[in-house]
C-alpha cells in the first residue's frame, strides 16, 4: 500500500460516523436467536483438508450471497460471525470463517507435519516447512522465506511468519473445497489484519474489487513505534514461558467462572475476566464511562454527553456476553489455550512483512473502522498508519475496539459498494 501524499497527510480529521448516534437500521441480535445459531450445525463444521489436517470453521448468511472471508481478532473463533448472520442475509452476504490453528477443532500448528498439497492449477496451499517441531509457539518459526511472487510487484525474499503464512494457505485450502476458484470479499478485526494483508499478497487475483473492511486494526509495534500501545508493547520484554503460563491461566479461570449460574447471567467476575481474554466488543456505554474516568471528566459533564440507548447495541451486548463470551472462550480451550497463546506471540512479533509496503490489487480500498475509546490500539497509532497506507479512515466517538455500531456499518459498507460495482458493471455492458 502506498503512502498518501503530504497534502493527505494533513487533511483534518473525518467526522465521527456515530457522532449523532442514530438508531442502527440492522435486524436485532437477542440472545434467542444468537444461541440458536451458535449452537446449529453450520457453526460447527468441520473438513479434513488432503494434507490430513482437520480444520473447522462456521458459515451464516446468504447461501448464494457474494463470499466473506471473516478474519477474528485476538481471542476469538469462527462462531463470532453468529453476531453478523442477519445482517449478512438482509445484504446478501455469505461469511465464512475458519479457526486458526489451535482454535476450535482446528489442528494445533506443527511445522513437521506440514505438508505440500497442491490444487489442480498447481499453486501451492499449505505451506512445507523442514525445521523441528514446533507446536503454536512463534519461536524459531520466523526464518521462512516468501517464495510466493506477486503478479503485481516484485519483492525480495524476507523471513515471513510461518504461521500466519500457513493460515493464509490454509484458509485457501477450505475455501477451494467449499467454494472451488470463488472470488471473495475480506473483513477482519485487530490482528486478523495480518492475514488478510498476507492473503492480499499472495492471491491477489482472487479477491473481489470493493472495500476491504479493518474493524480496530492491529498496530505493528515496529511501523508506528511512537504510537503503538504501551499495555502490549512491555510483553516484548516478558520471556514468552511466563506470557503462555499467565494467558493460558486466565483463559482457564474464565472458562471455569464461565460455567457458573451467576456467569451466564452476565455479572460476576466472570465477564471481567472473560473481556480480558477476548479483545473484542467493547460496549458504547461502558466505554464512554472507562474514557471518562481516566481523564478525570467531572459527572456533570457524563450526564450532559449520556445519550438514550440505542435498542440495537442494547440487545447485541446483551446477547454478546450470555451467548457469544461463553462460546469464545470454550473454543479457546479446547486445546488448552495453544492457538490464543500463540497469537498473542504473534502480535508482538515482527511477522516478516510491512502492511504499508503491500500494493492492493486494482479496484480494491481500504476501509478502517477506528474507536475513539480503544484502550487496546490507540486512536493515533491507527490514524498513523491508516495515512501510511492511504486507507479510508471511517471513526466512531463512542466505540471502543470494536463493537456492534461498526460492524454493522461495515457490512452495509461493503453491500453498498458491491451493489454499485454490479450496477456500473452492468451499465457498461449494456452501453
Known amino acids: 500500500m502506498k ?21 442502527i437500521s440492522a435486524p436485532l441480535v437477542t440472545t434467542f436467536s444468537l444461541q440458536a445459531l451458535v449452537d446449529s450445525p453450520q457453526f460447527q463444521q468441520k473438513i479434513v483438508l488432503a494434507s490430513g489436517r482437520s480444520v473447522s470453521y462456521s458459515t451464516c448468511g446468504s447461501r448464494t450471497g457474494s463470499p466473506v472471508l471473516f478474519f477474528y481478532g485476538l481471542g476469538g473463533s469462527s462462531r463470532q460471525i453468529a453476531t453478523l448472520h442477519a445482517q449478512a442475509v438482509r445484504f446478501d452476504i455469505k461469511l465464512i470463517c475458519i479457526d486458526r490453528p489451535g482454535t476450535g477443532l482446528t489442528d494445533p500448528f506443527n511445522i513437521s507435519k506440514i505438508s505440500k498439497q497442491k490444487d489442480k492449477n498447481g499453486s501451492r496451499h499449505e505451506a512445507t516447512f523442514s525445521t523441528s517441531s514446533c507446536h503454536d509457539s512463534n519461536q524459531d518459526i520466523n526464518t521462512g522465506t516468501d517464495t510466493h511472487l506477486n503478479p503485481y510487484k516484485v519483492q525480495k525474499q524476507r523471513p515471513i511468519n510461518r504461521r500466519v503464512d500457513h493460515v493464509c494457505r490454509e484458509v485457501m485450502a477450505v475455501l477451494d473445497k467449499l467454494l472451488p476458484g470463488a472470488r471473495f470479499g475480506m473483513m477482519g478485526h485487530s490482528c486478523g489484519i495480518y492475514y488478510i494483508m498476507r492473503i492480499l499478497d499472495l492471491y491477489p487475483e482472487r479477491v473481489l474489487p470493493g472495500p476491504i473492511a479493518l474493524i480496530t486494526p492491529w498496530v505493528p509495534f515496529n511501523e508506528c513505534p511512537g504510537t503503538t500501545s504501551q499495555s502490549f508493547k512491555f510483553l516484548k520484554h516478558v520471556p514468552r514461558s511466563v506470557v503462555w503460563a499467565v494467558t493460558s491461566s486466565f483463559n482457564h479461570l474464565g472458562s471455569a467462572l464461565m460455567s457458573s449460574s451467576n456467569a451466564l447471567s452476565g455479572t460476576g467476575v466472570s465477564s471481567k475476566l472473560s473481556k480480558m481474554a477476548v479483545l473484542d466488543e467493547d460496549d458504547e456505554a461502558n466505554g464512554a464511562s472507562n474514557k471518562s474516568s481516566r481523564r478525570g471528566t467531572s459527572l456533570q459533564d457524563r450526564q450532559k454527553d449520556k445519550k438514550p440507548r440505542d435498542p440495537f447495541v442494547v440487545q447485541y451486548e446483551r446477547a454478546f456476553e450470555k451467548v457469544m463470551m461463553p462460546a469464545l472462550i470454550h473454543d479457546i480451550n479446547q486445546q488448552h489455550s495453544s492457538g490464543y497463546n500463540a497469537e498473542i506471540q504473534m502480535c508482538i512479533s515482527n511477522v516478516g512483512f510491512d502492511i504499508a509496503s503491500l500494493t ?9 473502522y477506528l474507536g475513539h475509546l480503544d484502550g487496546t490500539v490507540p486512536i493515533e497509532a491507527s490514524r498513523e498508519m491508516a495515512r501510511k497506507c492511504g486507507w479510508r479512515v471511517h471513526e466512531f466517538k463512542y466505540s471502543g475496539h470494536g463493537g456492534p455500531r461498526m460492524k454493522m456499518y461495515a457490512m452495509e459498507d461493503y453491500a453498498l459498494a458491491v451493489q454499485s460495482s454490479r450496477e456500473e458493471s452492468m451499465d457498461e455492458k449494456q452501453g
Open 3 to 23: 503512502p498518501k501524499a503530504k497534502n493527505d497527510e494533513e487533511s483534518p480529521l473525518p467526522e465521527p460516523r456515530d457522532l449523532h448516534q442514530e438508531l
Open 360 to 368: 492492493v490489487p486494482e479496484g480494491v480500498t481500504v476501509n478502517a
